[in-house]
C-alpha cells in the first residue's frame, strides 16, 4: 500500500512545469503507480486548463488549425518492447514505471557494494545523479544525511530507515534535516530509484571514512 505521496503543492508545481526536471521524474513515475496521485494530477491538469480558457479569444480561427494539423505527417507507430519495461538483476526482472522506461537503455551494470547491496547507475544527463539500488534482504546503506536533496521512489518491495517503512510506490523526500539507515529485511528484497543532487554524508562508524569518496557510490 501507497502511504507516501507528494504534497499537493509539489503536485500543484509540477503541473503548471515549475518543478525542477529531478523532481518531475520522480513525481511522474510516482504517478504511473499511484491512482490517488493520478486523479489528483488530472484534476490539477483539468483546473489549468479552465484557467487558461477563461482568456480564450472567439478571434482564433480554430477549424483551419484542425485542418492544419490533420495535413501533417502522421506520427510513425512505435512499441515498447517487454525487455525496455524491465531491468535484470540476478535473471529476476523488475517493472519499470513508464516514466523511467527510456532510461532503461542508459541504466549501467549493477555492481555489489558492500553487504547485501547493489547498485546500477542511469545517466539522466544533466538532471541529476541516480541510480537503481537493490537491498537484498538484510542489505543496508550506512546511515547517512544529505549534503543536498535525495528523492526516492519505491519501484518494488520495502525498506525501513529508522524514521519510517516504506512500500512500493512510495515517494520520499529527503535533505540535510534527514538523518536515516535505509534496510531491507523484506523475503524479496528491495529495489528503488534515487536521484541525489549532491553526495551523501556518512554518519557513523567506519562508514565515515567513505565521506571523501562518497560520490563514487551514491
Known amino acids: 500500500m501507497i502511504n507516501f505521496h507528494p504534497t499537493q503543492t509539489q ?5 503548471e512545469g515549475n518543478c525542477a526536471s529531478a523532481m518531475s521524474l520522480i513525481i511522474s513515475a510516482h504517478c504511473d503507480m499511484c491512482p490517488q496521485c493520478r486523479r489528483s494530477v488530472d ?26 494539423i490533420t495535413r501533417l505527417p502522421a506520427a510513425e507507430s512505435f512499441s515498447i518492447s517487454r525487455k525496455e519495461q524491465t531491468i535484470e538483476l540476478d535473471g529476476r526482472q523488475f517493472k519499470v514505471p513508464r516514466a523511467l522506461r ?16 547493489w547498485q546500477a547507475p542511469v545517466d539522466l544527463g544533466p538532471i541529476g545523479k541516480a541510480n537503481f539500488i537493490y537491498m537484498q534482504k538484510g542489505g543496508a546503506v550506512p546511515e547517512h544525511t544529505h549534503r543536498g536533496n535525495e528523492m526516492t521512489l519505491v519501484i518494488d518491495g520495502e525498506f525501513s530507515d529508522g524514521i519510517s517503512h516504506y ?6 523526500l529527503m ?3 534527514n538523518t536515516h539507515a535505509p534496510h531491507s529485511e523484506a523475503t ?9 543532487d549532491a553526495p551523501l554524508h556518512f554518519t557513523s562508524g567506519v562508514a565515515r571514512l567513505l565521506n571523501p569518496f562518497s560520490h563514487l557510490f551514491f
Do not use: P, W
Open 11 to 15: 503536485l500543484i508545481d509540477f503541473v
Open 43 to 68: 484534476l490539477l491538469e483539468a483546473r489549468v486548463s479552465e484557467s487558461a480558457m477563461e482568456g480564450y479569444d472567439d478571434s482564433v480561427d480554430f477549424s483551419s488549425m484542425l485542418a492544419d
Open 102 to 117: 527510456r532510461y532503461v537503455d542508459k541504466t549501467g551494470n549493477f555492481s555489489h557494494l558492500l553487504g547485501n547491496l
Open 167 to 172: 512500500d512500493t510506490g512510495d515517494f520520499i
Open 175 to 177: 535533505n540535510d534535516q
Open 188 to 196: 524479496e528484497g528491495c529495489l528503488v530509484f534515487s536521484i541525489v
